[in-house]
């Protein structure tokens, strides 16, 4: 069973954590089946998943049923966020107003952070698994300056 979203059937130990409705659903349904298509064909994804602290692959974490993601309306101006030492993933209403592709970004962003990737200290490498997820420019990676265009955003750390 892949992780799970909150979509009313658990009640998170974050308690400004809550569930989707049903128009969020949506957009998460789509964001959990084109991750499911994005790691078995894009090698750099569950490469890139290893190389952080925890070493556990894309794969991995997208197939892990204790992970849970919920909605967090309150995390703003956040797309996204993790809570430690509970692992609870949520997903903002600025990520859902900017569409799909960022709201897939914000997934892959935070499971880089359930993955070991540093929250403070602006460290980039939980953005950076958005690039190696295909979701950036090589331009954006190399020189660092944000395409608008792309999810991939290079200037955000932790």
């Not at 789509?30 to 952080?52: E, H, I, Q």
């Not at 993933?89 to 499971?111: C, K, P, S, Y």
């Not at 020189?143 to 991939?152: C, E, H, S, V």
Request: glycine share 12%; net charge negative; with cysteine.
């Amino acid at each position: 069973m892949p992780f799970q979203f909150n979509v009313g059937d658990h009640v998170s130990p974050v308690l400004k954590y809550k569930n989707f409705d049903i128009s969020q659903y949506t957009q998460l349904k789509w964001a959990r089946g084109k991750l499911f298509r994005m790691v078995g064909n894009n090698p750099s994804c569950n490469a890139y998943f290893r190389t952080l602290p925890m070493g556990r692959s894309l794969t991995s974490l997208i197939k892990d049923s204790g992970i849970w993601v919920n909605y967090g309306p309150t995390i703003s101006p956040l797309h996204g966020e993790i809570h430690m030492p509970s692992g609870e993933i949520a997903v903002g209403d600025r990520a859902f107003n900017m569409g799909r592709w960022m709201v897939l970004a914000t997934i892959i962003h935070e499971l880089a952070h359930y993955n070991g990737a540093p929250i403070s200290g602006g460290d980039t490498s939980a953005e950076e698994a958005v690039y190696h997820c295909g979701l950036g420019t090589s331009e954006e990676y190399l020189q660092g300056i944000d395409d608008p265009r792309t999810p991939y955003d290079p200037t955000i750390g932790g």
